[in-house]
């Protein structure tokens, strides 16, 4: 077996929730694996030259959904090993995740990467995650976060699914 040259590579990204008068809702967006399979993942991708990670993850999260957002707390970070064969290079990657509110913007896929972006009840969106790292991620730092607070019954932004 080859021995491919080890690089570490760092993503940011968001989980971006609402609080409603039915719940917390998040935001996943859909892409496709390598090997053509439909995901359901949180938006993230690579910080770009010197950009600070909580740029990045604001960045990534308005370019794959549409949605401005602010964050409101550290969620937590992911690493995880692959080798990408055109390169011939095997991958250390660290995704450091942050809890976002939505404060604007509809959800559409915005980039190439993302095919879908749909908000989904927090029980849903942990049911459909794909990868089981993201949603012990999402279950350990909602955890943290004050239970969703009653609303005046104001419609939600963007929309339901």
Same mark, same amino acid.
């Given at each position: 077996?080859? =021995?491919?040259?080890?690089? +570490? /590579?760092?993503?940011?990204? #968001?989980? !971006? !929730?609402?609080? =409603? ?10 892409? $496709? ?12 991708? #690579? ?11 604001? =960045? ?11 964050? %409101? ?9 692959? !080798?990408? +064969? &055109?390169?011939?290079? $095997?991958?250390?990657?660290? %995704?450091?995740?942050?809890?976002? =509110?939505?404060? #604007? ?11 879908? !972006? ?6 849903? /969106? ?22 969703? /607070? *009653?609303?005046?019954?104001? *419609?939600? &932004?963007?929309? #339901?699914?």
């Amino acid at each position: 077996m080859a =021995r491919y040259p080890t690089r +570490r /590579a760092v993503s940011a990204g #968001g989980l !971006v !929730v609402d609080d =409603r008068p039915d719940g917390r809702w998040v935001v996943l967006i859909s892409r $496709r694996s390598a090997a053509g399979a439909l995901q359901w993942t949180l938006p993230k991708g #690579g910080l770009e030259g010197d950009e600070q990670r909580q740029d990045a993850a604001l =960045r990534e999260v308005r370019e794959e959904t549409g949605l401005d957002c602010d964050i %409101v707390a550290e969620l937590g970070t992911i690493d995880y090993w692959f !080798v990408w +064969r &055109p390169d011939e290079v $095997r991958y250390h990657k660290y %995704v450091h995740y942050y809890v976002m =509110r939505h404060r #604007g913007g509809k959800p559409a896929p915005r980039d190439d990467e993302a095919e879908d !972006v749909e908000w989904f009840p927090l029980a849903e /969106a942990l049911a459909r995650l794909t990868h089981a790292n993201e949603r012990e991620l999402v279950l350990a730092g909602l955890g943290a976060l004050a239970a969703p /607070a *009653p609303t005046s019954g104001a *419609p939600a &932004p963007g929309g #339901g699914t």
